[in-house]
Nanobody
Framework: QVHLVESGGGLVQAGGSLRLSCEAS????????MDWYRQAPGKQRELVAS???????NYADSVKGRFAISRGNVKNRAYLQMNSLEPEDTAVYYC?????????????????WGQGTQVTVSS
């Protein structure tokens, strides 16, 4: 099994910054992509940013130039640096990853979600 744990959420004033962290654990052999999604009350979950194993990144238009996704030196970690935060960024932020893990002698694919971390931006 693969588990993801997020940390770093909290309350911040508009214009401030937060850094979210995500760590994947389990018998992981490789991670293809790590993503950050968010879901605001009454809205659908949306992709915020993603990063591949090769370091290619992709961002939602609403966060380009303000957010930066990165992978740690330990490749099962991902970070989301959020700058110039706006009240519209208020949401629960979820980490997602897909890749391969081993169970016994069998390699299987996984797609896992973290439990989410709340980010609240006050005006």
């Amino acid at each position: 099994q693969v588990h993801l744990v997020e940390s770093g959420g909290g309350l911040v004033q508009a214009g401030g910054s937060l850094r979210l962290s995500c760590e994947a654990s389990g018998s992981i052999t490789s991670i293809n992509v790590m993503d950050w999604y968010r879901q605001a009350p009454g809205k659908q979950r949306e992709l915020v940013a993603s990063i591949t194993s090769g370091g290619a990144t992709n961002y939602a238009d609403s966060v380009k130039g303000r957010f930066a996704i990165s992978r740690g030196n330990v490749k099962n970690r991902a970070y989301l640096q959020m700058n110039s935060l706006e009240p519209e960024d208020t949401a629960v932020y979820y980490c997602h990853a897909d890749g391969q893990y081993v169970t016994g002698t069998i390699v299987k694919s996984f797609g896992s979600w973290g439990q989410g971390t709340q980010v609240t931006v006050s005006s």
